[in-house]
């Protein structure tokens, strides 16, 4: 978990990197997504979402309980100008703190973090003037994404996204740029000084490189589908196939790792070994190789 801001009202603005850190954190009241488009189980939704590489969860957080969030995905195609592309499913603030400027804060915040452009389907005209309040517009002539198979989509183009300000939003900590640098080194010049993160004891932060996705399912398909689905995936028996000696093992989760498996994939099974050399064993979730071995420390 990554912090990336707070304000004068206690919020915390958080980037989610794994499930498991939902477990120190409830779910605040929401009611539009459970009403409209039955996502009963926010939680489970979010855990699901969190497993794949392609996706970004930034949570507005007030005393533990998540009373804000937006699910963002990365697009495979890069734009004409080579710069890449985010699709904004999904924001919700709780209704217990609309209309305080606070949707307006997390999406402003998420923009500073995401390079490139960003584009979304709004689902209703409520929505649709929301985004045009930030600039998001209908896709010009020769403009570079193209969306000619995504009808209704809008567009925030890079160059105006850097001029949103969090001006009045009562923002009084904004360490995104901190971050960005942290998720997205490549795009922070050589010759920059990567500024301090700060770390509250409730946050760690880490680097993440994403895959990539097509911005089909919009937020309803999503909800839809994963209403009745949103479950633990089912453990691999073969995950240690590659790691020599006779030791028990037992899968206690998966993470993030910092760089990419020379496959590509960034997530690792974690298991707990057992025998002559006990420790934890991360082993790519893709091509099932042994990633690293973090070996027990001996007490007393």
Not at 270 to 289: E, H, N, R, W, Y
Request: proline fraction near 6%; charge should be positive; aromatic fraction near 8%.
């Amino acid at each position: 978990m990554i912090e990336i801001a707070k304000n004068a009202e206690g919020v915390r603005f958080c980037v989610l990197e794994h499930p498991f850190e939902l477990d120190k954190l409830e779910i605040g009241e929401f009611t539009y997504f459970k009403k409209h488009l039955g996502m009963s189980d926010y939680m489970a939704n979010f855990k699901s979402w969190l497993k794949r590489p392609t996706v970004y969860l930034i949570v507005a957080v007030r005393d533990n309980h998540i009373v804000g969030w937006s699910m963002n995905e990365s697009w495979s195609k890069p734009s004409s100008d080579r710069r890449p592309i985010f699709v904004l499913r999904a924001i919700e603030i709780s209704p217990l703190l609309s209309h305080k400027g606070l949707g307006r804060a997390l999406f402003i915040l998420i923009s500073r973090i995401l390079p490139g452009h960003m584009i979304t389907k709004p689902v209703n005209l409520e929505a649709k003037r929301f985004f045009s309040s930030l600039n998001f517009s209908l896709p010009a002539k020769n403009y570079p994404i193209e969306l000619a198979d995504h009808p209704g989509y809008l567009i925030l183009d890079e160059g105006t996204k850097l001029s949103l300000s969090l001006d009045g939003m009562g923002v009084v900590q904004d360490w995104t740029a901190a971050c960005k640098m942290k998720l997205f080194p490549k795009e922070t010049p050589a010759t920059h000084k990567e500024p301090q993160l700060p770390v509250p004891a409730t946050c760690k932060v880490g680097n993440m490189s994403k895959g990539a996705d097509q911005p089909g399912n919009e937020i309803k398909g999503i909800a839809e589908h994963e209403k009745g689905s949103a479950v633990e995936v089912a453990l691999q028996s073969d995950s240690l196939s590659s790691i020599a000696g006779d030791v028990q093992e037992g899968f206690i989760g998966n993470q993030k790792m910092l760089s990419s498996c020379e496959c590509g994939e960034n997530m690792a099974d974690k298991f707990l070994l057992d025998g002559k050399k006990p420790g934890t064993a991360f082993v790519c979730t893709s091509c099932k190789k042994e990633r690293y071995f973090l070996p027990l420390k001996k007490t007393g």
